[in-house]
């Protein structure tokens, strides 16, 4: 069935450096790959999402790849600050006119930056 | 513009039991769509509603069902509660034209059942 894996399941790295989350997907018909910053009792909140026709997408420190060949997908967080301390998600989706859009969420990467 | 509202925000039941959780979408959009996330995991898809009619669903079973009234809001039903039910039910709304299937979470409910 249809699956997302995604790794690390946590990351801790010094404020100021990188933090790189790595995902694949399963379904060759996912097309829509969101991902989502969950803070602690909060919602999940959308960040940045790619579509299939696009290989990269970036958004001031936060970028995204899409390598649909190997079904791989990333996001890129640079000059990490304090406040992108939170849990964060990759997901998968089949969108288009017609059919339905249901999300398949990875595990999770709990990601902390150290002051 | 008021964003995708949950009711209740918390909730308390036994074994057995039945829950009606309750979701509003963003202004404008047309679809709910529904997520278990038990801790420490990702949300997993319950069943989505478009024009008042289940149009997908994921791997729950039959105890777990929804409605969406013309107003576009949604009801997501559980009977015969389980201690593994326990968990956030997120709902997410989405407006459904073309290739636009952004969803906005809702802040969801957080269901004990003990």
């Known amino acids: 069935g249809e699956n997302v894996e995604q790794h690390p399941s946590t990351l801790s790295v010094q404020e100021g450096d990188s933090a790189v989350i790595k995902c694949t997907y399963s379904?060759?018909?996912?097309?829509?790959f969101p991902w989502y910053k969950q803070e602690l009792g909060k919602r999940p909140q959308l960040i940045i999402d790619?579509?299939?026709?696009?290989g990269e997408k970036k958004d001031q420190r936060i970028a995204v790849t899409l390598n649909k060949t190997a079904k791989h997908f990333s996001l890129h967080i640079t000059e990490t600050q304090p406040e992108d301390s939170a849990v964060y998600f990759c997901?998968?989706?089949?969108?288009?006119?017609?059919?339905?859009?249901?999300?398949?969420f990875g595990s999770g990467t709990r990601l902390s930056i150290r002051p | 513009d008021a964003g995708v509202t949950q009711s209740p925000t918390h909730l308390i039941k036994t074994r057995g039991q039945q829950v009606t959780l309750r979701c509003s979408p963003k202004?404008?959009?047309?679809?709910v769509s529904w997520y278990q996330q038990a801790l420490g995991q990702g949300p997993q898809f319950i069943f989505q509603y478009y024009e008042e009619e289940e149009r997908q669903r994921g791997n729950f079973p039959d105890r777990f069902s929804g409605h969406q009234f013309p107003n576009y809001s949604s009801e997501l039903n559980v009977n015969a509660l389980l201690l593994g039910d326990s968990a956030l039910y997120l709902c997410?709304?989405?407006?459904?034209?073309?290739?636009?299937?952004?969803?906005?979470f809702g802040p969801g409910t957080r269901l004990l059942v003990l």
């Open positions: 997901a998968a989706s089949e969108a288009g006119y017609s059919s339905a859009s249901k999300i398949i």
């Open positions: 379904d060759s018909a996912s097309n829509y």
């Open positions: 997410a709304s989405s407006l459904t034209t073309g290739d636009r299937v952004t969803q906005y």
């Open positions: 202004s404008g959009h047309d679809t």
């Open positions: 790619i579509r299939s026709n696009v």
